[in-house]
């Protein structure tokens, strides 16, 4: 059954999500935008060649590869270079097609490229089908560490295509479900995140209601970034579980992927959550025990919680020497805590490292 367009209300201009069932559909409602030249993810368009070649062989393409060292100010440098050497104008349309990578270089690029471009998305992976295609926010790599720059800048279009689901790994799948058990455990009852469990415990990763957590996915980050679009206030929630996540992602040399690292935090967080008495124990261990059985993940470097806590200072929730911490004070239910780096904060990282971490390293 198709899904019901999701609209977006958005400071900047709204935008609709849709849902195109098929590749082929989606190349034929993409080739109705004129004026418009396409950045791909490389591997998308090999992969994917056939269905997309009636939309790639009538328009400039750059292929770019989805890697975080080109998430950098030098791959977005590359895409203004493509749009110059485009004669691309105001007017012209940027088609993006692939996952979060893809979008945070062409989103930036957009962004500054003649003051701003209209950029429609195609998003493939799951992460960013079930996240990071509405909000208007995105970020570039700086150095080792991840998202130091950033602009928001809404998309004109988003299409949601379930076929290109069905030639990602596993392991992109799980990395994919990290950002949905985030939403749903953000401003959502517990049975979402009940249902969620039993589902993945009794199907898979690739269960029949897949579709339908993307959408609760959307819906639940809608209700909050309409409410706070430029992460004012409410939307810091939705750092839930990236703090120390990014500093694994960093300290290993983005060797685990994006969303198992979220997950990690998340059960991270969750601990420090319970220690300091914001979150009972039992909620703890319902969520804990469904990320120990099904996020384990081992990692080539051992690191420390001294070394957790100095790339956590690198976040951009600093100030005023404290980082914000999205809390847990139940399932469904988060709190903002301005947070000291202190001993109490290295005593509770390090007792999680100790007892309950869910990953490993050789």
């Known amino acids: 059954m198709k899904q019901q367009a999701l609209d977006i209300i958005s400071g900047q201009k709204n935008y609709s999500v849709t849902f195109p069932e098929t590749i082929r559909s989606l190349v034929q409602e993409m080739e109705k935008v004129s004026d418009s030249l396409v950045i791909i993810d490389e591997a998308v368009a090999r992969i994917h060649s056939q269905d997309l070649s009636p939309l790639l062989s009538e328009r400039k393409i750059l292929s770019v590869p989805a890697t975080e060292d080109e998430k950098t100010p030098a791959g977005v440098n590359r895409a203004w270079e493509f749009f110059q050497k485009s004669n691309a104008t105001k007017q012209t349309s940027i088609l993006v097609i692939g996952g979060g990578i893809i979008q945070d270089i062409a989103q930036f690029a957009c962004h500054n490229y003649y003051r701003g471009l209209k950029w429609h998305f195609a998003p493939t992976t799951l992460l960013s089908q079930a996240d990071s295609c509405i909000g208007a926010k995105c970020g570039i790599n700086l150095g080792a560490f991840k998202n130091q720059l950033g602009v928001f800048h809404s998309p004109a279009h988003v299409w949601i295509c379930p076929q290109f689901l069905e030639t990602l790994d596993d392991t992109e799948i799980r990395s994919g479900y990290g950002e949905i058990i985030k939403l749903h455990l953000t401003r959502s009852e517990s049975e979402l995140f009940r249902e969620l469990a039993v589902s993945i415990r009794a199907d898979g990763w690739r269960g029949p209601l897949l579709g339908k957590f993307i959408r609760q996915s959307l819906e639940v980050k809608k209700s909050v970034i309409e409410e706070d679009e430029y992460e004012k206030d409410l939307r810091r929630i939705l750092n839930y579980g990236h ?32 220690r300091r008495g914001v979150l009972d124990e039992k909620s703890f261990i319902e969520v804990h025990d469904f990320l120990r059985e099904h996020y384990y993940w081992k990692i080539p470097t051992e690191v420390t919680a001294g070394e957790l806590i100095l790339g956590a200072r690198r976040d951009k929730k600093v100030a005023d020497g404290k980082v914000n911490l999205v809390l847990a004070a139940d399932i469904g239910k988060l709190t903002i805590a301005p947070t000291e780096f202190d001993d109490e904060l290295l005593a509770d990282v390090t007792s999680y490292l100790e007892n309950h971490n869910v990953i490993s390293w050789n």
Do not use: C, K, Q, R
């Open 243 to 274: 703090t120390f996540g990014h500093a694994l992602e960093a300290m290993t040399n983005h060797s685990i992927p994006h969303g198992i690292a979220v997950a990690w935090g998340i059960d991270l967080i969750n601990y420090i959550s319970m």
